[in-house]
């Protein structure tokens, strides 16, 4: 089993930073491809960005690429995503996920692994 924590979530003015931590437990995670995903109010949970187990490959959204980071600390076992310049559209619960694929993907059916979120808020 793998266990997954986000945290770093809160309120921010539009144009403001945040940076999202995914702590993970259990199985060695370092061998998973992890991504970040997100669920809007009243919209379905879409990708936002994917890393490889090596964090060598990485995709992004086309509405958070060149604004948001995602990269990962395989020796402390953690997650980030480092939003810049947020958007209030960004605002959504964000959750970690963590995947055992042959290539890494942005589809969320092959995510065997998911955090409870972190509600980001974003005013303008």
């Known amino acids: 089993q793998v266990q997954l924590v986000e945290s770093g979530g809160g309120l921010m003015q539009a144009g403001g930073s945040l940076r999202l931590s995914c702590a993970t437990s259990?199985?060695?995670?370092?061998?998973?491809?992890m991504g970040w995903f997100r669920r809007a109010p009243g919209k379905e949970r879409e990708f936002v960005a994917a890393i490889s187990w090596s964090g060598g490959k990485t995709y992004y959204a086309e509405s958070v690429k060149g604004r948001f980071t995602i990269s990962r600390d395989n020796a402390k076992n953690t997650l980030y995503l480092q939003m810049n310049k947020l958007k209030p559209e960004d605002t959504a619960v964000y959750y970690c996920a963590a995947a055992r694929t042959s290539q890494l993907t942005i589809v969320q059916a092959l995510y065997n692994y998911w955090g409870q979120g972190t509600q980001v808020t974003v005013s303008s």
């Open positions: 259990g199985r060695t995670v370092s061998s998973y491809d």
